[in-house]
């Protein structure tokens, strides 16, 4: 299983909100797909898929906060 982490942003930033995912739940993604948008009060970032395989799991919704480091989603790689 291979983790979608919410990734450093930039100097400061400790949380994002999840604008919305570009995949579904058991959708294929590969590698370095943008798989999920998520946004600062400075900026709007993409965060890539870190495997290719199948989207298994969303942890956090569209509209929802996540700091840092915290897992947005599961890949089960192929």
């Known amino acids: 299983m291979s983790s979608v982490i919410l990734p450093e ?3 400061g930033i400790e949380k ?7 995949f579904k739940e058991g959708d294929q993604v590969r590698l370095d ?3 999920v948008e998520v946004v600062t009060d400075k900026a ?3 965060v890539p ?3 290719s395989g199948t989207l298994t799991k969303i942890l956090v919704q569209d509209g929802q906060e996540a700091r ?3 897992t ?3 890949i089960e790689p192929q």
């Open 33 to 35: 797909d943008d798989i």
């Open 44 to 46: 709007t970032f993409n």
């Open 16 to 22: 994002a909100t999840v604008a919305c995912w570009h």
């Open 72 to 74: 947005l989603g599961a």
């Open 49 to 51: 898929a870190g495997a």
């Open 68 to 70: 840092v480091g915290e």
């Open 9 to 11: 942003l930039g100097e």
